[in-house]
């Protein structure tokens, strides 16, 4: 299989990130969303985002959006600012073919030149091996898990925090 190129997302992916979303939301339990939203809310999300000066990225292969992922704010003190929470989907039809892979190695190097120290995974579902794995091959290392989180498709879900140090990580003052 021909690997993903990855690049910046543009206004006219919003469609295909819409629908992978969405499934994702209607089927999974990486997002606690209970209804996908349209793709005038992926839009605006999408720009909100931009506009922090976070990276969204998307995979792409034949011409076709497979993917994407995106950094955001961990949380929104400002004693947080060099920590970004990241997210990343993959298409159906493409899980195991090394998109998200290549979706999270180019999120990383973004996020890293752009002098964020801590990236951290916030996993829907302890039983979610795909995106844990994912992660610890990416050299996430497990930080926590917040059991029964939260509630859908009938059941109690927990997440799982996975950290990754970015650049010199807390190694050195960021500021300095």
Same mark, same amino acid.
């Given at each position: 299989?021909?690997?993903? *190129?990855?690049?910046? *997302?543009?206004?006219?992916?919003?469609?295909?990130?819409?629908?992978?979303?969405?499934?994702?939301?209607?089927?999974?339990?990486?997002?606690?969303?209970?209804?996908?939203?349209?793709?005038?809310?992926?839009?605006?999300?999408?720009?909100?985002?931009? !506009?922090?000066?976070?990276?969204?990225?998307?995979?792409?292969?034949?011409?076709? &959006?497979?993917?994407?992922?995106?950094?955001? !704010?961990?949380?929104?003190?400002?004693?947080?600012?060099?920590?970004?929470?990241?997210?990343?989907?993959?298409?159906?039809?493409?899980?195991?073919?090394?998109?998200?892979?290549?979706?999270?190695?180019?999120?990383?190097?973004?996020?890293?030149?752009?002098?964020?120290?801590?990236? &951290?995974? &916030?996993?829907?579902?302890?039983?979610?091996?795909?995106?844990?794995?994912?992660?610890a091959a990416a050299g996430f290392t497990h930080a926590g898990m917040l059991p029964a989180i939260g509630w859908k498709?009938?059941?109690?879900?927990?997440?799982?925090?996975?950290?990754?140090?970015?650049?010199?990580?807390?190694?050195?003052?960021?500021?300095?």
């Open positions: 299989m021909t690997p993903p *190129s990855i690049r910046d *997302s543009r206004p006219d992916d919003i469609p295909a990130i819409a629908a992978i979303y969405g499934h994702w939301v209607a089927h999974g339990l990486a997002s606690f969303e209970l209804e996908p939203p349209d793709p005038a809310e992926i839009a605006r999300r999408r720009d909100a985002i931009l !506009a922090a000066g976070y990276p969204h990225l998307v995979a792409e292969r034949g011409g076709r &959006v497979i993917g994407y992922a995106y950094a955001s !704010a961990y949380r929104p003190r400002p004693g947080y600012r060099f920590a970004v929470e990241n997210s990343v989907y993959v298409a159906p039809s493409e899980g195991r073919g090394g998109t998200g892979r290549a979706l999270l190695d180019a999120l990383i190097a973004r996020c890293t030149a752009q002098g964020f120290r801590l990236m &951290v995974a &916030v996993i829907g579902d302890s039983a979610n091996a795909p995106s844990i794995g994912l992660h498709h009938g059941r109690w879900v927990d997440s799982v925090l996975m950290t990754r140090p970015l650049g010199e990580g807390a190694t050195t003052d960021p500021m300095g």
